[in-house]
């Protein structure tokens, strides 16, 4: 290749990589962007009351966090996940009393865990289309800067809103260890059992201020 | 150096010990498949969280009481980096040659500069540390992960792993170190800081599981999944999971109402949001 050569094909080279930057980036940014932006949003909400976590209470954080539970994820849609085949055998109460169920125990379970702040920050790592549309995030958990867990988030669009609908913490999905648990007990003990655990996990979770 | 052979057996035993409580608190994941072993597994789980409630967690909390988390934080350097061989010889052997070499660099660059590996220099430095073991060498050799087990002192584990407590004992530069007087107390140093260390874990699991052992299992069997893959989120099981689920197994109960609501997604009203009964998918193109 003579310099001329090399040359031209540096300048194309350029010319593909100003054309990524100006168009092909901000295309491909529009279509995870808000997935991306709903992501974000939850996880300042997490920061920001684990911020304020003692003087907030455990009510208070609850209080924070269900309506950012319920803005970021399709907690019904989880739920429903989560029975496998068995949610085809639930009559509507049954369905409605344990979405009802697993919504406070979601809520509850943020707002025991993320009870104090100690130098956590969330940071975006990539985000990419996935099947079905949907969106995958992929962040990671610091702790003073340094790596405490990859948290990857399954986002899918949804009646015109982008809503979380699986949390994959280092390759470990949360979808995936609740429908193994509830469907288990399901099997051996049937739905009443299933439903009076998940009540008794909030009464626990939330030292009795709340009932399931 | 040469030892006689009941100190090697006692440092093997206590090696294992160590290994185990490790994994024990490391252990949790399903990327199921059946669990033919359950019955025992249950009973041997049962027994090893008493042997935890009543030993290892009382012990691994006076073990924070009375040391400061930097030292902790040393210590928990320089057991990992005693061990690190075990990677290194992992990597060759699953032909991850580059890896191999920046793990050779990493444990010279922590045994030397990081004083015996109380310090990790190595990562700032770009040598970030693998995890690499016998199991996921078989696994990237194509044998079969085998049943789940759960064993006693040890924790989750499957059939393919267990040669991985064996391979750990000899290589781990302790093993080779000689002298019982400072080997044993080490190791009982390692097992007591690995407990201490998954105390949150622990806890975790203690707080939120509803069906303990389950979570466990299936934590422990999706993690292996994703360190088998290299550390990469395994999407099609993700993807995969996200589908309309089949028709139940049994009908032991009442018989089915309906079939499962496909993609279409929420069916129900959401406590305190009727607005969002039903929310059709998005069109596709």
């Known amino acids: ?212 | 150096m040469a030892v006689d052979a009941r100190c090697r057996v006692r440092r093997a035993v206590a090696r294992v010990l160590g290994l185990a409580c490790v994994l024990f608190l490391t252990g949790c994941a399903t990327a199921n498949g059946p669990d033919p072993l359950a019955p025992m597994n249950r009973r041997f789980y049962a027994f090893n969280s008493a042997t935890d409630r009543l030993i290892m967690s009382p012990v691994a909390r006076a073990y924070k009481t009375v040391t400061p988390k930097p030292l902790r934080a040393s210590l928990t350097n320089f057991f990992h980096n005693v061990a690190y061989p075990d990677v290194i010889v992992n990597d060759f052997l699953q032909g991850r040659l580059g890896q191999g070499v920046d793990d050779i660099g990493r444990f010279v660059v922590n045994s030397t500069i990081g004083l015996f590996g109380l310090f990790d220099v190595a990562t700032p430095l770009g040598l970030k540390a693998h995890v690499e073991d016998a199991g996921l060498t078989l696994g990237r050799w194509g044998v079969g992960r085998g049943p789940y087990l759960v064993l006693p002192f040890v924790g989750p584990d499957t059939l393919r792993n267990t040669p991985s407590l064996v391979m750990g004992i000899f290589t781990n530069v302790l093993y080779y170190v000689g002298a019982p007087a400072v080997t044993v107390p080490l190791t009982v140093f390692d097992v007591i800081n690995a407990r201490a260390n998954a105390s949150a874990s622990l806890r975790y699991v203690r707080e939120n599981a509803v069906d303990k052992y389950v979570f466990t299992r299936d934590a422990y069997l999706q993690h292996r999944n994703y360190l088998q893959d290299g550390g990469h989120l395994p999407l099609k099981a993700v993807e995969q999971m996200m589908m309309p689920p089949g028709p139940a197994p049994a009908p032991p109960d009442p018989p089915p109402l309906a079939d499962p609501a496909p993609r279409p997604r929420v069916v129900v009203t959401i406590p305190g949001r009727p607005d969002v009964a039903i929310r059709p998918p998005v069109p596709a193109g």
């Open chain 1, 1 to 212: 290749m003579t310099r001329q050569e090399a040359g031209r094909w540096m300048a194309g080279a350029w010319m593909a990589a100003a054309w990524l930057a100006t168009v092909g980036v901000p295309a491909y940014a529009a279509q995870t962007g808000p997935a991306v932006a709903v992501v974000r949003h939850f996880q300042n909400t997490l920061i920001a009351v684990m911020k304020a976590g003692k003087p907030l209470g455990f009510k208070g954080r609850y209080g924070k966090l269900m309506p950012a539970v319920r803005k970021s994820h399709d907690v019904a849609y989880i739920a429903q996940l989560t029975l496998g085949p068995y949610w085809g055998r639930l009559t509507a109460a049954e369905r409605h009393a344990f979405v009802h169920a697993f919504t406070k125990l979601t809520v509850v379970t943020y707002a025991a865990q993320f009870r104090r702040y100690s130098g956590q920050a969330f940071h975006r790592v990539a985000s990419q289309m996935v099947a079905q549309r949907d969106v995958l995030v992929e962040t990671e958990l610091t702790t003073h800067g340094h790596k405490e867990a990859t948290i990857d988030y399954l986002v899918a669009p949804t009646g015109g809103r982008w809503e979380i609908v699986n949390i994959v913490a280092n390759g470990v999905s949360d979808l995936a260890l609740k429908q193994a648990q509830y469907t288990a007990i399901i099997r051996k003990k049937g739905f009443p059992a299933l439903l009076a655990t998940l009540r008794a996990k909030v009464a626990q979770l939330s030292h009795g201020a709340l009932k399931g």
